[in-house]
């Protein structure tokens, strides 16, 4: 914990030379609550001591498009739910609240990606989508490393039947990654989906951080778990990446 940021990081993105990357959540302190997004942008920027000019984002939609970014956009932000570079000093920057975000580094070829992986998304092809764009900029899948962060965990992430319909109608293997519960209820296992997705597109070094942000109420924000308390409103985490200069 450092002020009001909750961070974790990956053992796997760590250590890899010459890249920073963080997970963020927030405590739940009135001084967390009163603060903007911008102004958890200009605390992130800060810990990670990279330009707040040079954070970069995307207007996410739950879709399987992929940006590759070469500098900040000069108009407003695009719709998509990835962002791939090759550039060092930008970073990029994901906003999820139960959403997977799943973060990548070829770091011999100098390229990163970042994806917000929801269901919608993590079924429509979005890592794949990610590692794919990545290519295009010179990563080999074989020596691209992954981490999937803070998110809903199975244990947490009840779906009704139809859910799952629409995961085994795609492909019957897919059942694998639901647990039946009595009734018409089922836990879905987001991350272990999201992981599988990885290793199919040839990503093998990839890790979950198995952190809940559902079951996390003083480190993590949860559209979940607002939801179920009846909160009008709540907050993002934020992850991170940046191929450092020099």
Request: proline fraction near 2%; aromatic fraction near 8%; glycine fraction near 10%.
């Amino acid at each position: 914990m450092r002020g009001n940021l909750h961070i974790s990081q990956s053992s796997l993105l760590k250590d890899q030379d010459g890249l920073t990357h963080r997970f963020y959540g927030m405590p739940k302190s009135k001084s967390a609550q009163d603060m903007s997004f911008e102004q958890q942008l200009d605390q992130i920027a800060a810990d990670m001591q990279v330009k707040r000019t040079d954070m970069v984002g995307v207007d996410q939609v739950h879709s399987a498009k992929v940006r590759m970014v070469g500098a900040q956009w000069t108009v407003k932000q695009p719709e998509a739910d990835a962002m791939v570079t090759d550039r060092a000093g930008l970073t990029l920057v994901l906003k999820t609240a139960d959403c997977a975000p799943v973060l990548l580094v070829d770091i011999r070829a100098g390229v990163i990606g970042a994806a917000h992986a929801g269901w919608r998304g993590a079924l429509a092809g979005i890592l794949e989508q990610t590692v794919l764009h990545m290519t295009f900029l010179g990563a080999s899948r074989e020596m691209i490393v992954g981490s999937i962060g803070p998110c809903i965990l199975q244990p947490s992430y009840e779906v009704g039947l139809d859910f799952m319909d629409d995961f085994v109608d795609a492909d019957l293997e897919h059942a694998g990654f639901f647990s039946r519960t009595e009734g018409q209820k089922s836990h879905f296992d987001l991350p272990g989906f999201c992981e599988a997705q990885l290793r199919s597109a040839g990503i093998f070094a990839c890790q979950q951080t198995a952190i809940d942000t559902f079951d996390q109420k003083n480190g993590f924000y949860s559209y979940r778990r607002a939801a179920k308390a009846g909160e009008s409103g709540y907050g993002r985490n934020v992850s991170a990446i940046c191929l450092r200069n020099g």
